[in-house]
């Protein structure tokens, strides 16, 4: 008997539309100028749940555990200021530290494991820095001196408040949006 094909998941805060076409603007700038473009294969995004596989029969239940969560109905505002990096080959978009949205994501993490049991593997990371990658994993180093060069001192800001989460897969080589959850209460 063969083992039930799995599907790649992750939540993540998608940003507006408007911040979006910002975020590519500085990713497509670094792939043109330095190299690395890995990080433009999915949306821009600040995670809340890392990938994690789970049963394609377990979807459904999944679904409905992240509606019933998000009906909680968080307020978060989202404020981008300056970049970072981690190690020598991730460049990211700074989250300002956030209690409501820290303690979402430790409450998602602690839900989906303990509670309902859908993610059987530890957080990929322990701890969560809320942030929003701009350049990964393919980010050489030489590529990294002259591109932390040039970020370490640059600006960049957006705010907005969070409307929903989406829940992508990966699907075909590429991560698609697969469901949304509303935070803000529907009028009529």
């Not at 555990?65 to 998000?70: I, R, S, V």
């Amino acid at each position: 008997m063969s083992a039930p094909e799995k599907t790649l998941w992750f939540v993540a805060i998608i940003p507006p539309e408007s911040v979006a076409r910002e975020i590519r603007e500085v990713q497509n700038e670094i792939a043109a100028r330095f190299g690395p473009h890995r990080a433009m294969r999915l949306p821009p995004h600040i995670t809340l749940e890392a990938p994690f596989r789970l049963p394609n029969e377990e979807a459904t239940e999944l679904l409905g555990a992240l509606k019933k969560f998000f009906s909680q109905k968080f307020d978060i505002t989202i404020e981008l200021r300056n970049f970072g990096a981690f190690r020598h080959d991730v460049v990211f978009i700074e989250v300002v530290p956030n209690l409501v949205l820290l303690e979402m994501q430790a409450t998602l993490s602690r839900y989906l494991r303990d509670t309902k049991h859908l993610i059987h593997e530890a957080p990929f990371h322990e701890g969560y820095t809320p942030h929003l990658t701009i350049a990964n994993r393919d980010v050489k180093d030489y590529q990294f001196h002259a591109l932390w060069h040039e970020f370490n001192t640059r600006k960049f800001y957006a705010r907005w408040n969070v409307e929903h989460i989406t829940l992508l897969r990966h699907s075909d080589k590429v991560w698609q949006q697969h469901a949304q959850f509303s935070l803000k209460e529907k009028n009529g």
